[in-house]
């Protein structure tokens, strides 16, 4: 467990909270290159890490990241006109480029003042379906992340954002507990559960993997290893943590797809959780969509991203189907956010008790407090420059000679 004030520490994001301050020296997405459809389209309020800014897309198509409220008088610029290569507010007529320029004042008459003020503006690059900024210190811009889904056709990727009512710190721990996925996923794990009819996918029935952690460059993977029930060689789950708050997630059906995950901090009490299915081949959207179970409009919609679930709306859970239906929920990515949104938006942690089975999510929390330790000495954290192309996760059977870190060899220890 921890103790309430541990709890502080890991859990807020806000502007010169420790961990915020470590989440800023690294590129974010702040929205989906689906969120800003064309050039001079509405514009996006976005909330990152506790600050609020405006997103747009100009008339030849870039995108910028500002303040929200207007430098003239603090209007929203998300209420603005987005026209002529930049962003004008209402209320006074001022507009800005996507750099920040003040390009026109229309409640004064000297031109010369507009070349003397810069609105607040933040780097912004755009890749793999998703716009990512840089809001830290600017001495301090690290390079822009290499992930091989960047240069893939936008056919052979699926880009996905869910908003959820829960705490960053809650929702990617659920992603680096191997554990749970063959207990909350029984439907697709172990779909033989209730003895009714199904075929294992992967070797994911034993409940009670060992488990081995080491750091790395990018921040540290963990080894999930289950006794195969066949007789079979043990089965061995890779996963990487990438600083500071991505994973993948192993392709287990083999199907030469793989998924990563980014958990992004909204406020202390939202996430913004981005996720990109990504191959050799094109995929279709819609199977990945009903995969995750937020096809369902009762609890998604794209037009906002929102996760149509809190602690008030328990009701939604299918009761009466849970003599088949493990969970009562559909859908692998969708029992994931119901859990972390029933734990309410920040879980005390000082009330847990962790098992042996936990030992990746102490690790993480570990591994988080390391690193906002080194930017408040004035040191950068790890994983800032790193080849993000050389992480993967694997789901395969123990090699017969060596460690199972011979199957990750582009894994660079700590």
């Known amino acids: 467990m921890l103790s309430q004030e541990a709890n502080e520490r890991l859990c807020r994001v806000g502007p010169g909270t420790p961990m915020g301050n470590m989440l800023?020296?690294?590129?974010?997405?702040?929205?989906?290159?689906?969120?800003?459809?064309?050039?001079?389209?509405?514009?996006l309020l976005a909330r990152?890490?506790?600050?609020?800014?405006?997103?747009?897309?100009?008339?030849v198509g870039r995108v910028g990241v500002l303040d929200e409220l207007c430098m003239h008088r603090g209007a929203s610029l998300a209420l603005g006109r987005v026209e002529d290569c930049g962003i004008r507010c209402i209320y006074h007529g001022w507009k800005f480029g996507v750099d920040g320029s003040v390009l026109d004042i229309m409640n004064n008459a000297n031109p010369e003042l507009k070349h003397r003020m810069k609105a607040p503006a933040y780097s912004v690059r755009e890749a793999g379906g998703i716009v990512w900024t840089y809001i830290g210190p600017r001495e301090a811009e690290p390079p822009f992340p290499n992930y091989e889904f960047m240069d893939l056709p936008t056919e052979n990727r699926v880009v996905m954002r869910v908003d959820t009512n829960a705490n960053w710190v809650q929702a990617l721990e659920g992603g680096l507990d191997s554990?749970?996925?063959?207990?909350?996923?029984?439907?697709?794990?172990?779909?033989?559960?209730?003895?009714?009819?199904?075929?294992?996918?992967?070797?994911?029935?034993?409940?009670?993997?060992?488990?081995?952690?080491?750091d790395?460059?990018?921040?540290?993977?963990?080894?999930?290893?289950?006794?195969?029930?066949?007789?079979?060689?043990?089965n061995v789950r890779i996963v990487p943590f990438i600083m500071p708050s991505g994973r993948i997630i192993p392709d287990i059906a083999q199907t030469g797809n793989a998924t990563i995950v980014l958990e992004v901090p909204i406020d202390d009490e939202n996430t913004a959780t981005f996720s990109v299915r990504y191959g050799q081949r094109p995929i279709e959207r819609m199977s990945r969509v009903r995969e995750t179970g937020f096809d369902d409009p009762e609890f998604y919609s794209?037009?906002?991203?929102?996760?149509?679930?809190?602690?008030?709306?328990?009701?939604?859970?299918?009761?009466?189907?849970?003599?088949?239906?493990?969970?009562?929920?559909?859908?692998?990515?969708?029992e994931d956010a119901v859990i972390v949104t029933s734990m309410g938006s920040?879980?005390?942690?000082?009330?847990?008790?962790?098992?042996?089975?936990?030992?990746?999510?102490?690790?993480?929390?570990r591994r988080l407090f390391e690193q906002a330790d080194r930017v408040e000495r004035g040191e950068a954290p790890i994983g800032v420059n790193i080849d993000h192309r050389a992480v993967t996760a694997i789901d395969a059977p123990m090699p017969e000679t060596g460690h199972w870190r011979t199957l990750v060899p582009s894994h660079v220890p700590a």
């Not at 790395?216 to 043990?234: L, M, Q, S, V, W």
């Not at 008030?312 to 559909?330: H, L």
Request: proline content about 6%; hydrophobic content about 35%.
């Open 346 to 365: 920040i879980y005390d942690r000082s009330l847990e008790h962790l098992v042996a089975a936990d030992v990746a999510v102490v690790h993480f929390r």
């Open 48 to 59: 990152l890490m506790g600050q609020n800014f405006v997103v747009f897309r100009d008339t």
């Open 302 to 334: 794209e037009d906002d991203c929102k996760f149509r679930f809190s602690r008030n709306d328990f009701a939604k859970q299918k009761r009466a189907a849970m003599a088949s239906s493990w969970s009562g929920f559909r859908g692998i990515a969708l």
């Open 216 to 234: 790395t460059e990018f921040g540290y993977h963990y080894a999930a290893i289950r006794k195969n029930p066949n007789g079979e060689p043990d």
């Open 179 to 214: 554990s749970h996925v063959s207990i909350l996923h029984s439907d697709a794990a172990r779909p033989g559960w209730n003895s009714g009819p199904g075929t294992r996918v992967g070797s994911l029935a034993d409940t009670i993997p060992r488990f081995e952690v080491e």
């Open 24 to 43: 800023r020296r690294f590129w974010t997405p702040i929205c989906t290159s689906a969120q800003l459809p064309r050039p001079d389209c509405d514009p």
